[in-house]
């Protein structure tokens, strides 16, 4: 489970490749959990991302829904697929469903 911790990691510290060979040592039939703050929800992205930054030893870093897929590679996907965490499988009378939240999510399976 990798919920909200991957905006820890900039890209230069190769948050894909970490992802993957934590997932290479999963036996098959294991599921990632993952949710990440999205760059591609709200147009003042990157000034919420430097708000978050400020006063925290590291910088959050905020990636696109099509950035975020990449981690789920070479696994299957539990529907509804990534998308944003609110509307993973939402309780039905949830009213909220229409509100955007910065947060794209998602469960895969490893074949």
Request: proline content about 8%; hydrophobic content about 40%; cysteine-free.
């Given at each position: 489970?990798?919920?909200?911790?991957?905006?820890?990691?900039?890209?230069?510290?190769?948050?894909?490749e970490i992802?993957?060979?934590?997932?290479?040592?999963?036996?098959?039939?294991?599921?990632?959990?993952?949710?990440?703050?999205?760059?591609d929800v709200?147009?003042?992205?990157?000034?919420?991302?430097?708000?978050?930054?400020?006063?925290?030893?590291?910088?959050?870093?905020?990636?696109?829904?099509?950035?975020?897929?990449?981690?789920?590679?070479?696994?299957?996907?539990?529907?509804?697929?990534?998308?944003?965490?609110?509307?993973?499988?939402?309780?039905?009378?949830?009213?909220?469903?229409?509100?955007?939240?910065?947060?794209?999510?998602?469960?895969a399976r490893?074949?």
């Amino acid at each position: 489970m990798l919920l909200t911790i991957l905006q820890l990691l900039p890209d230069d510290h190769h948050p894909y490749e970490i992802v993957r060979r934590l997932v290479d040592a999963l036996p098959s039939g294991s599921y990632l959990v993952l949710s990440q703050p999205a760059s591609d929800v709200f147009e003042r992205a990157a000034g919420a991302a430097a708000r978050l930054s400020h006063g925290m030893p590291m910088s959050v870093t905020l990636r696109s829904h099509e950035q975020i897929a990449r981690f789920f590679d070479g696994l299957e996907l539990v529907d509804p697929g990534l998308v944003q965490v609110h509307h993973w499988r939402p309780d039905p009378s949830d009213s909220d469903l229409d509100r955007k939240v910065a947060v794209h999510g998602g469960v895969a399976r490893k074949p």
